[in-house]
């Protein structure tokens, strides 16, 4: 999305944008110059892989669905689950992996701060769950 900085209004797009590195369907919704904003989808019986932010933030909030994060920084570990008007944070630095426990989509919004620098942002981590 063009125009870092302006005013956007924009729909959910239908189809994914891009798939993450974690491999979750992103679709785009807003960017700005301190932030940015997107709406992921993990389908049915579904796990993403796991992985580490180096330098940016998130905060996730759940829209649908039912599933389980997984959340490791330092000497903190937790595995919470999570369903529609749950959110929660994954701090830089944190390894996080999610998988969907049940039969319909599972949709956040993420917002990322600073905005989304590229895939080398994300470095791929041993797996809390198998992936199948």
């Known amino acids: 999305m063009q125009n870092i900085g302006h005013i956007q209004i ?4 239908e189809k994914m944008d891009v798939q993450a590195p974690d491999m ?5 919704l807003a960017n ?6 997107v709406h992921c989808v993990l389908p049915p019986a579904q796990v993403s892989l796991a992985g580490i932010h180096q330098t940016v933030e998130e905060m996730w909030y759940v829209l649908q669905g039912q599933g389980e994060v997984w959340l490791k920084r330092q ?4 595995e919470e689950a999570i369903i529609p ?3 929660f944070t994954i701090p830089a630095g944190t390894q996080f992996q999610v998988r969907n ?3 319909v989509p599972l949709c956040f919004v993420i917002v990322t701060m600073p905005p989304w620098p590229g895939e080398q942002e ?5 797996d809390h769950w ?3």
């Open 10 to 13: 924009k729909q959910v797009p």
């Open 24 to 28: 979750t369907e992103i679709r785009l």
């Open 32 to 37: 700005m110059n301190r932030g940015s904003m």
């Open 75 to 78: 000497n903190e570990e937790r």
């Open 85 to 87: 008007d749950i959110s």
């Open 101 to 103: 426990t049940g039969s």
């Open 122 to 126: 994300w470095v791929r981590v041993v």
């Open 130 to 132: 198998s992936v199948q």
